[in-house]
């Protein structure tokens, strides 16, 4: 006969602690419905595109290094060489948008399937290469090649921000950079 009795106090505890659904008194509380951050949308343009005045590549037969000797090339000031940047506040991720302009490699014209970030110490790609001019750019989105994980774009944080041809081998990571700019998080 204990069961029952068990059973029967347990209901009444189950029942005394229960609200009333119809109580007029208890003011109803809604879920939030926040939307999704939103992130800022960088349009990818030739005001924000850094530039080589030439854009042979040096080729150089395999070694351990190479010597770099730059007493007859003129440094100008940064402002002459360096485009605008894109300014943005702190954010959790960026929105990138290529479809205004026409990226390619010398005379071939790829889509780009991956963005590179530098920045941090710590240089980050997509996770996956996907063929698009369009682009999220988060937490969610980025694998740390080396450095620290990324933790969003934080005020003074200064990143290199690349787009081009990625290709991933069983052995090898290579990435062909079809155009590149900068971004000052304020």
Aim: charged share 20%; glycine share 8%.
């Amino acid at each position: 006969m204990k069961s029952p009795a068990v059973f029967i106090f347990v209901l009444i505890l189950v029942a005394g602690c229960s609200k009333p659904t119809d109580s007029t008194d208890a003011p109803t509380k809604s879920a939030p419905s926040s939307p999704p951050p939103e992130y800022p949308l960088l349009v990818v343009d030739e005001e924000h595109e850094i530039r080589g005045t030439n854009e042979l590549a040096y080729r150089i037969r395999a070694r351990l290094g190479v010597g770099i000797d730059a007493t007859n090339f003129h440094f100008a000031d940064g402002a002459t060489i360096m485009p605008t940047a894109y300014q943005i506040s702190a954010t959790p991720g960026i929105r990138i948008d290529a479809t205004k302009v026409h990226l390619s490699d010398g005379t071939n014209s790829f889509n780009p399937n991956m963005v590179q970030l530098i920045g941090n110490e710590s240089l980050y790609r997509l996770s996956s290469e996907t063929e698009t001019n369009f682009y999220t750019v988060d937490y969610y989105k980025l694998e740390t090649v080396g450095g620290d994980s990324f933790r969003g774009f934080k005020p003074g944080d200064h990143f290199m921000l690349a787009i081009g041809r990625g290709t991933n081998t069983f052995q090898d990571h290579k990435f062909w950079v079809m155009w590149a700019g900068h971004i000052e998080v304020k």
